[in-house]
């Protein structure tokens, strides 16, 4: 038997000291309560916005603007949904984000983003000049520091002088305008590897790779890191998806650790299997948004956090205690 141990792997870096734990996504074997420091409480109010924020902000590391790809080669595995989730706590965690949704054609992070009504313009209308850059970014009117622009309206092709030189006049555009620039900017990448792919990989400087544990899902993600490298992008690290662990305990399911020795990336967060996402991409309410929070919005907040300081997280093989050994053993049962 086998778990999870997850450790970050600068413990140092922060204030925030934590024991070890082991985790079973909804069945901790063994966990620590943590106690916050209450003396500042009118500061930090009676809600907790992030697991990790107990004691202080994020620093941000980096210059700023940080112009980051959510990709991963394979659809389905759950792109837009990091893309909304991360972006969403980014917000949350106080930066100003700005996300854009470079699938063409087929866009769907207004729709998880509940925005999808409120797209009047898009890109192609301001590289056409029909209108301003700020007309095309839609403010969140829960977290006015989150702003979503898309390339293109549902149903329509782009023309065909569009490509990476025309979003990076879009990204720089973003960071020279009046308003200020964003903290963070992040792109959610289409799936494959074609035009599209290069287009929205081509102004990032770091990326995040979404995959699955299985093996369709790790052999585009082991194609994608190899592409992201040539382009130049460095700083790749991965978020897995979807894990359940008692299909790992049944040896159904490759373990954190197998995928993460299979394509040698940095681990941003696991992300456990949730029902709850279902419900929440149909109401286009993002979990880091539910009230009590569910694990796999928990999970997306301690991402968008070491997204922050660029910090990363390590997954470690645990034996679990062996069964005793009854009288019938002997005979094999």
């Not at 209308?125 to 403010?139: W, Y």
């Not at 290069?198 to 790790?218: C, M, Q, S």
């Amino acid at each position: 038997m086998i778990s999870l141990q997850l450790l970050t792997s600068n413990p140092n870096q922060s204030s925030f000291q934590t024991s070890p734990c082991i985790f079973h996504f909804g069945q901790p074997l063994h966990r620590k309560t943590l106690k916050p420091n209450f003396k500042n409480r009118t500061h930090y109010g009676n809600t907790i916005q992030s697991v990790l924020q107990w004691n202080r902000k994020p620093e941000l590391a980096g210059e700023t603007p940080r112009v980051v790809v959510i990709t991963s080669g394979k659809g389905g595995v759950g792109k837009t949904t990091t893309t909304a989730n991360v972006g969403l706590s980014l917000a949350r965690l106080g930066f100003s984000v700005v996300a854009i949704d470079a699938d063409v054609g087929l866009r769907n992070l207004d729709l998880l983003l509940g925005l999808e009504n409120r797209v009047n313009y898009t890109a192609v209308e301001v590289l056409n000049g029909d209108c301003r850059l700020d007309q095309a970014l839609v403010r969140d009117k829960r977290w006015s520091n989150f702003e979503l622009l898309c390339i293109s309206k549902a149903r329509t092709k782009l023309p065909l002088g569009f490509g990476g030189k025309a979003l990076i006049w879009l990204v720089d555009a973003l960071k020279g305008r009046q308003e200020g620039c964003p903290d963070f900017i992040i792109i959610d990448c289409p799936a494959g590897i074609d035009a599209g792919f290069i287009t929205a990989i081509t102004p990032a400087n770091e990326a995040v790779l979404v995959t699955t544990p299985d093996i369709t899902a790790l052999r585009d993600a082991d194609r994608v890191t190899g592409l992201l490298e040539c382009d130049g992008i460095k700083d790749v690290k991965m978020i897995v998806n979807r894990v359940r662990t008692d299909l790992i305990r049944g040896e159904d399911m490759m373990s954190v650790l197998d995928v993460q020795e299979m394509l040698g990336l940095a681990l941003l967060g696991v992300i456990p299997e949730d029902s709850e996402v279902i419900r929440s991409t149909n109401r286009g309410y993002p979990l880091v948004l539910n009230k009590p929070p569910t694990l796999a919005g928990l999970a997306f907040e301690q991402a968008a956090w070491r997204l922050v300081e660029q910090d990363s997280m390590t997954a470690v093989m645990v034996e679990e205690e062996p069964k005793k050994r009854g009288f019938f053993s002997f005979f094999g049962v």
